[in-house]
């Protein structure tokens, strides 16, 4: 004598319930949906209508007839108890204090790798120079000395420092400017 497929979901008979999702999800769905306005709520209603079904499966009354109607109740259920889970959520989160926004620093970020690249840039550059202008520009610009003590440091006139630090910036600026053009091409 064959089984029904009631009494099959009862005994736990897994190609039974496999009959029985194929059957019925669908009209589970389209409950769902309707209930919630929701696809992906209802999506996840399905899912949780059947894994109700697995673990009730002994609930069900060992009677003939369709099992869409106890389906229905289980999902109506499910619907309930995610509304239910949602408000509560929604409560919880009400009553925590509000936190001020955190600032996008996406903005500070990219001018953080554009001036390290210029400054890579500037580096290789600087490289170019003579170890004479490159040593003005080093003290002058990088250490902050003046004029006067950067002639004393290496000890030529200062004259020769403002005119050799002058024609060095120009040439760095040309130089960083073509580097970082090649960089970004």
């Known amino acids: 004598m064959e089984r029904t497929l009631r009494a099959r979901l009862r005994a736990g008979d897994s190609a039974a319930f496999s009959e029985l999702f194929d059957e019925h999800a669908s009209a589970i769905y389209r409950h769902a949906a309707r209930l919630t306005g929701d696809r992906t709520v209802a ?41 239910r889970t949602a408000r509560r959520h929604k409560a919880a989160m009400s009553r925590l204090p509000t936190r001020d926004l955190i600032p996008d620093f996406s903005d500070e970020l990219i001018a953080r790798f554009e001036d390290a690249e210029r400054v890579a840039a500037a580096r290789t550059a600087l490289e170019t120079l003579s170890d004479t202008d490159r040593e003005i520009v080093m003290l002058c610009v990088w250490a902050g000395l003046d004029y006067a003590a950067a002639a004393e440091a290496l000890g030529i006139p200062v004259g020769t420092v403002r005119s050799r630090l002058s024609r060095a910036k120009v040439r ?12 970004n091409r």
């Open 43 to 83: 999506e996840d209603a399905v899912s949780l209508t059947f894994l109700e079904a697995w673990r009730l499966r002994k609930r069900l009354k060992p009677e003939e007839g369709s099992v869409l109607p106890w389906l229905f109740g289980l999902a109506t259920n499910v619907i309930r108890n995610q509304a």
């Open 172 to 183: 760095l600026r040309e130089l960083t400017a073509t580097m970082m053009q090649r960089e």
